[in-house]
């Protein structure tokens, strides 16, 4: 086995089946440690003892039927699930050898660190530069004008936008088609710097070359970032993740590198799922 | 079991048939409502325009000592009962104060009285048929007309019909409306915003909203009595005051304002808030930046029309004693004022037939502001709508 591959503590992985052994170039650091993790919307509970370590410059993609409480996990790494006043959780999610629910963190730090891509592309109602330049702003991460110029073409370039906005970026960001307007999400999102993207569905409103676009961009942008991604779709897991989880009712039933997962599941479940037995 | 197209089309035109007759009894009730707007707009404005124009005399006067003491006596004899008291008593005073004019004349439109005024109109007057006749004869030598009405628009209330304007009741109406944005608009959005971006979903924050919607429903004159008692009693502030009667009309506004504040943050998309909350805003910054930019050609709408019922609102302002006779156009907001819906309520108390036109004048005034200010809200959100 790679040394660089942590040992997952099987005692608190009971049913995440064997954890992966991948390509030995890929970056093995964690970047978010999740524990016992469970989460209620009102009675309700969403999720159930979830465990799962997140490794950095990765793109990890979580599938599953709908409901199964995957976008509920994927907004508990930012404390999106602050918002729905009815939400309790408990549980240890870890980054940086920080709780990210400890009183003591600020969602707005730990939003800024881990940025998030919505599945209904929501650009602000707002010019094309203001949708980039306005939360570096807000977080002083520029104060002269050159430099913020400067960032918002950097944020494009790598959200691969730049070529088709740089003549109109005083235009509104809405004027923009469906996958652009879901590029400069990404952008938007990029721009400040953060470790971790969130993507939540992130091309299900968007056409198969659209899709495609995203998938290329997520592929070079894992080179920055971390990334978590949820899926409906099994062939974009198979395509652009490196490490798939595959949730259930609120649990993850395995979580494995993507190619073994995909063509060795460990699970019975994984397997009907992947293959399109029920989902 | 099949039907053909014969039985179903049987069937259909028992149904076309009333929903086409619906469609003619809403029609009905529409043309109605139009046909009574209609008839009060033509009421009014045949009522009401005249009221715009007012019986002037063209005539010497002559500044001499007499007139020095009695006003009269700077104008011919004959026309001593046409023209209007205010000008005659002026002429002393003005005499008074410039003694250099003693000796001279001057020719110039002089006020008629209200009676000349009312017989040039083709209404009943109280002109006797020697003064009917000397009127006549002045018209074909064009010494008496009906000329534009300066007094109207430019001063304030008067017990003789033809000095009396709307100048006092409009200020007092401004200052007022002033007093009333002031105190209304920044508490309803902030009251607003509160309850709908940051309170929490509890039993408490349900019964205050459960109280802002019956407020809206309150009859206004209880909101006076609440104003009579708190402001002016407890507080202190000077009856008839725009001060008291704006702190009184915002308290009926409020609830207008909260209301149309929380539909217009209601409306903006949670995407956004999402977005912004996704890269690092505080919720303060949420609502600033994002929130309120979007709902604001709502609130402004909303708070547009709320002033504008408060600007038609008469009865909490006679509780606090705005509808009182004011004769100068307002100082200051401590002073006593009276606003148009109140100057249009004792115009219409009054029982010479002059102030008939001067009420039906005041009304065309009012709703030429009010509707002035709904056609400003429109466009205010034609023009700041934006799609997201």
């Keep these: ?279 | 079991m099949s039907h053909t197209f014969d039985e179903i089309s049987q069937q259909l035109k028992r149904r076309h048939r009333k929903s086409a007759r619906l469609k003619w009894v809403s029609m009905g009730a529409l043309g109605l409502a139009g046909l009574f707007l209609v008839l009060f707009f033509a009421d009014m404005l045949s009522k009401g325009l005249p009221a715009f124009q007012q019986a002037y005399i063209n005539t010497e006067i002559r500044y001499s000592e007499e007139a020095s003491r009695d006003g009269r006596q700077a104008f011919d004899e004959d026309l001593i009962p046409l023209i209007s008291r205010t000008e005659v008593r002026v002429i002393p005073l003005q005499l008074r104060n410039n003694p250099e004019l003693i000796g001279t004349s001057e020719q110039r439109w002089m006020l008629a009285n209200s009676e000349v005024d009312q017989y040039l109109k083709g209404h009943r007057n109280r002109l006797s048929d020697q003064e009917k006749a000397e009127i006549e004869e002045r018209v074909a030598a064009g010494q008496v007309d009906l000329r534009f009405n300066k007094t109207f628009f430019g001063s304030g209330d008067s017990k003789i019909a033809e000095n009396a304007g709307i100048l006092s009741a409009v200020v007092g109406t401004v200052m007022t409306m002033i007093v009333t944005l002031l105190i209304a608009f920044p508490i309803g959005v902030m009251t607003a915003i509160y309850l709908e971006e940051f309170a929490p979903d509890n039993r408490f924050t349900q019964a205050i909203e459960i109280n802002i919607n019956n407020l809206a429903a309150i009859p206004s004159i209880l909101f006076g009595l609440l104003g009579l008692a708190i402001f002016i009693n407890f507080f202190g502030v000077p009856r008839s005051s725009p001060l008291a009667g704006g702190m009184t009309l915002a308290l009926m506004t409020l609830p207008v304002i909260i209301i149309s504040t929380r539909t217009a943050l209601r409306s903006v998309p949670d995407s956004i808030r999402h977005a912004a909350f996704g890269v690092g805003c505080s919720r303060w910054q949420v609502v600033r930046d994002h929130v309120l930019p979007l709902a604001m050609p709502g609130i402004m709408t909303g708070s547009i029309i709320g002033l504008a019922q408060a600007m038609g609102e008469t009865a909490p302002l006679i509780i606090v004693g705005m509808v009182a006779f004011i004769p100068d156009v307002g100082a200051s907001f401590t002073n006593a004022a009276t606003v148009m819906p109140a100057q249009i309520f004792t115009w219409s108390g009054e029982p010479e037939q002059a102030f008939v036109e001067k009420t039906a004048g005041g009304i065309l005034v009012l709703l030429t502001i009010l509707i002035s200010l709904n056609a400003f809200a429109v466009v205010l959100r034609k023009k700041f709508e934006r799609r997201w």
């Design chain 1, 1 to 279: 086995m790679n040394s660089h591959v942590p040992v997952m503590n099987q005692q608190n992985l009971p049913d995440v089946g064997q954890p992966y052994t991948r390509n030995e170039k890929a970056c093995h650091d964690l970047s978010i440690r999740v524990r016992d993790l469970n989460l209620w919307y009102g009675k309700t509970q969403a999720l159930k003892g979830l465990n799962i370590d997140l490794f950095q410059k990765n793109v990890t993609a979580l599938i599953g039927p709908s409901g199964c409480g995957k976008s509920t996990f994927l907004r508990c790494l930012n404390r999106m699930n602050d918002l729905i006043p009815s939400v309790h959780t408990e549980g240890l999610v870890e980054m940086d050898g920080q709780d990210v629910n400890a009183s003591k963190m600020d969602e707005v730090a730990l939003r800024r660190r881990v940025g998030m891509v919505f599945q209904k592309p929501n650009p602000f109602p707002k010019s094309i530069y203001e949708n980039i330049a306005y939360a570096p702003r807000m977080h002083d991460l520029v104060s002269r004008k050159a430099d913020q110029d400067e960032l918002v073409e950097k944020a494009l370039r790598d959200a691969g936008l730049w070529n088709e906005v740089k003549d109109k970026l005083q235009e509104p960001g809405t004027s923009l088609s469906g996958g652009q307007q879901q590029r400069l999400c990404i952008a938007r999102a990029i721009a400040v710097q953060p470790d971790v993207i969130l993507m939540d569905e992130p091309t299900s409103a968007l056409d198969p070359i659209s899709t495609a676009t995203i998938e290329d961009l997520m592929d070079k942008l894992k080179e920055q970032f971390t990334i978590v991604t949820v899926t409906h779709n099994m062939q974009q897991a198979a395509r652009v993740a490196d490490y798939t989880a595959f949730f259930h009712l609120g649990e993850i039933i395995e979580y494995n590198d993507t190619k073994v997962m995909f063509s060795t599941p460990a699970q019975k479940k994984t397997e009907d799922y992947i293959s399109g037995r029920y989902g």
